[in-house]
């Protein structure tokens, strides 16, 4: 226990932040077919609620299982498609209801906003009614998705050529022009390049949340043109997805996508703050040690004769409360020498 405490000044602490970026690379190999036949992949969890499914990246049986991203369908009630006739009519609203309160929040009604497609609430504008929507695991994520890394090559042909009709979607300069007005905190557009409409907005990424929306409306037609605009058709085995979303459950749905799924990858960012101690140590400073075994009968025992300066080895910085109560330790990584002859500044950082 220390007897000697020095206080720290106002110029002797000082924090900083660090982000740290890890590349994450999803192959569509991964998210449908690499484990078991699709689509009923040992690494595709589906539940009993219907309401979404689970992608891992191994079979989410084994214990080295990492959970990847959850993915879900869904559209608002003013969609054309919301009705009594559609298979899993109420849950398919409730998932983008869901999505949509979270994520956009409510207008001065009270009512849930709909996600909008340049992300201006307020104007009105385009609305994505029919939404495919990716939720990122926390491990993948960590803090938030690095804004401007977001890539996602998605085919948008026939079922049985769905790597076809490739398109690239990302969220292009991002780091420059995202938004703010979510309750979920930054989004950026998501746009993508489908040749004949240049690059319109398909989408919303939303950073800390971990999420991405996608537009029903990036798939093709059977006939290849490009439909960026209204509501989604993509070709299945035996019906567009427009029908799909009318006849097929959300799994079924969710299914689909993931087939189409060529790769994605981003970087995501862990958010590292730190505050930084500078123990400055005179020359008349700790040059006597606290150990008892400094000192035998009242005489220091490393001195040879009693002219010698005194000695002392720093090894360890104790950070202390103004109750003088110990709150963190700090080791060095070896000893250092201290005598009336030196000073020293020694830097100790809490990172958390």
Do not use: W
């Not at 497609?117 to 009105?124: K, Q, T």
Request: with cysteine; aromatic share 10%; hydrophobic share 30%.
């Amino acid at each position: 226990m220390a007897t000697t405490y020095k206080t720290f000044l106002n110029n002797d602490i000082t924090s900083t932040k660090t982000l740290l970026h890890e590349a994450i690379p999803l192959t569509g190999a991964l998210v449908s077919g690499t484990y078991g036949t699709f689509p009923n992949g040992g690494n595709i969890k589906n539940y009993a609620h219907g309401m979404f499914q689970s992608c891992y990246d191994y079979p989410y049986l084994s214990s080295s299982a990492n959970h990847i991203f959850d993915l879900t369908v869904g559209y608002s009630s003013v969609s054309s498609m919301s009705g009594a006739g559609s298979t899993q009519n109420a849950k398919k609203i409730n998932m983008y209801n869901q999505m949509a309160q979270v994520l956009v929040g409510y207008d001065q009604t009270g009512s849930i906003r709909r996600f909008d497609r340049d992300g201006n609430l307020a104007a009105g504008g385009d609305k994505l009614n029919e939404c495919i929507f990716i939720n990122f695991a926390r491990l993948l994520g960590k803090d938030e998705i690095k804004k401007g890394s977001f890539t996602l090559k998605l085919g948008t042909g026939s079922y049985a050529t769905a790597n076809n009709n490739l398109i690239t979607i990302q969220d292009t300069n991002a780091q420059n022009d995202y938004r703010v007005n979510s309750p979920a905190g930054e989004y950026g557009i998501l746009s993508c390049s489908d040749g004949v409409s240049g690059t319109p907005s398909c989408g919303l990424l939303f950073y800390q949340a971990g999420i991405a929306v996608l537009s029903g409306s990036v798939f093709t037609n059977a006939d290849g043109g490009g439909i960026l605009q209204g509501s989604p058709v993509m070709d299945t085995a035996t019906s567009q997805f427009s029908q799909s979303l009318l006849a097929t459950a959300i799994s079924g749905n969710c299914d689909d996508f993931r087939h189409r799924i060529y790769d994605m990858s981003f970087n995501n960012t862990t958010e590292l703050n730190s505050t930084i101690h500078f123990c400055r140590i005179n020359h008349n400073d700790y040059n006597y040690s606290s150990n008892p075994t400094y000192l035998s009968q009242s005489k220091i025992v490393v001195k040879n004769n009693t002219q010698d300066a005194p000695v002392s080895y720093i090894t360890t910085v104790g950070l202390y409360s103004a109750d003088n109560e110990l709150l963190a330790v700090a080791k060095l990584s070896e000893p250092l020498k201290k005598d009336p002859t030196n000073e020293m500044t020694v830097r100790v950082r809490l990172d958390y």
